[in-house]
């Protein structure tokens, strides 16, 4: 890896301390203040906007606080797990804060606001996407990749091409899923914005296309979130799994009996939490989104059926999503033990399992087997690359400051492994293999893009049918 930087001039030294000014908010604060703005252009009541924005805010902060106090309860256990068999893992999974830390720090960042915003502006001008990206937030995915261009480069042109690219990529995704979010979750016209999220919907495509081919296994359907009759199906209530999983996790860690119970019911409020949070942002979000198309399809008639992409907090109340993550997690923290040359026990980024999967989760409507199983060579991924990422995380975290106290090698176990972005990062440095495998991620776009015409073709046609 090089260590080329870009250098700052004095405007865009004005400029990145305008932005840290900004970001300074916490996202569950930020966010609902930009929600507002948008809600007041697009003339929503004023107490309609207030009532709205208060729900979201208190719904993205009951998200945060809940996935705060769960890393509190399962780190000590994973701590303890590896005491007990002796394990010392290299690298530290400290989550996605240093990563942002080193995109904020980088004159990339601040540029990539108001290029991420005109590229957005000008697709939807011509027509070219329907998704209007709100979520500046989570704009640091993009420039994350454009950040590690220009350093392994040298170059900040390409290190904004690789950002735009990237953009580009999530806006489609955002566009494509929109259908799927609102059959499974009933909010018309949104999605998932962060591409650690969206990025991995051309490989749910694939799989969910695999396990329709195959006898048998295109039967299995266990879906949490999924009514049988009057029948209460107890492993589809995520309580009784957070029980589960906090059962084995305590009995792996050696934990005594009021340790074991305590980490169990801790994970199961953790369970029942999550999903009243989220319902709170769909309750905040529908009003403002509903307002927002009606504004643009007034003023740009051609421009129907707006996408608005938000975070994942809008789709944490469907079953299925939480099931997912917490299943996974246990599999990651095994897999972890076992993979040869693998240097990362997951930690931080561990909760996050339940966001990175929770639009594949509905991509499969619901069915948290198919979920799993496409799950488990994801974490492969995860692992691998954040283990072999992990010094050059922690060399442009330490020029930051943004090294934990007494820490070694640091990384992020799922963003900071994410496939897609590590592909494109391979690839601008002229790795063959990384640019024969991004152009089977592209054959894997078409599939997706094959599989958004289908589901819109057939939505035409099913309106049509109910015409008189």
Request: charged share 15%; glycine share 8%.
């Amino acid at each position: 890896m090089l260590a080329a930087r870009a250098v700052y001039s004095p405007n865009m030294d004005a400029l990145k301390s305008a932005i840290d000014t900004f970001f300074s908010f916490p996202a569950y604060v930020m966010l609902p203040i930009i929600i507002f703005l948008i809600a007041l252009i697009v003339r929503m009541k004023l107490k309609e906007a207030v009532i709205a924005t208060i729900r979201l805010a208190a719904g993205f902060a009951g998200v945060f606080i809940a996935f705060d106090f769960f890393v509190s309860q399962i780190a000590p256990a994973v701590q303890s797990l590896m005491e007990i068999r002796g394990i010392d893992f290299p690298v530290l999974d400290v989550g996605w804060p240093p990563l942002a830390a080193i995109t904020w720090s980088n004159p990339i960042a601040p540029l990539s606001i108001p290029l991420v915003i005109g590229l957005n502006m000008v697709l939807l001008a011509f027509g070219l996407t329907r998704t209007l990206y709100i979520d500046i937030w989570n704009y640091w995915h993009f420039a994350l990749l454009g950040v590690l261009v220009n350093v392994v480069t040298g170059s900040l042109w390409l290190g904004i091409l690789a950002t735009l690219i990237l953009a580009v990529y999530a806006f489609k995704m955002v566009e494509w899923t929109a259908h799927d979010v609102q059959r499974e979750v009933g909010i018309p016209g949104v999605s998932a914005s962060p591409v650690s999220v969206n990025g991995i919907i051309p490989y749910t495509v694939l799989w969910d296309r695999i396990f329709d081919a195959i006898p048998g296994i295109r039967r299995i359907d266990y879906n949490p979130g999924k009514k049988k009759g009057n029948r209460t199906d107890l492993l589809g209530e995520p309580m009784v799994i957070g029980i589960l999983i906090g059962l084995v996790l305590g009995i792996a860690a050696g934990y005594n009996l009021k340790q074991l119970l305590t980490l169990a019911v801790n994970i199961a409020a953790v369970m029942f939490l999550l999903p009243k949070s989220a319902a709170l942002i769909g309750e905040g979000m529908t009003p403002v989104t509903q307002h927002l198309r009606t504004a643009v399809e007034k003023r740009f008639p051609s421009r129907s059926n707006l996408v608005v992409a938000l975070d994942t907090g809008i789709l944490m109340h469907h079953r299925s999503v939480t099931v997912t993550g917490l299943l996974l997690m246990p599999i990651a923290i095994g897999l972890s033990l076992i993979l040869p040359g693998n240097k990362v026990l997951p930690l931080g980024d561990l909760p996050n399992l339940i966001s990175v999967m929770s639009l594949s989760v509905l991509l499969f409507r619901g069915n948290v087997f198919r979920a799993v199983i496409s799950g488990i060579p994801l974490l492969v991924g995860y692992l691998y690359i954040s283990s072999s990422l992990a010094p050059f995380y922690t060399d442009l975290a330490d020029e930051v400051g943004a090294v934990p106290e007494g820490a070694g090698l640091i990384t992020a176990f799922t963003d900071g492994g994410h496939h897609v972005r590590y592909l494109l990062l391979e690839a601008f440095q002229g790795r063959w293999w990384a640019i024969v495998a991004c152009v089977a991620v592209l054959g894997l776009v078409v599939l997706t893009w094959q599989r958004y015409r289908t589901m819109t073709q057939a939505q035409v046609e099913e309106t049509d049918a109910d015409l008189p």
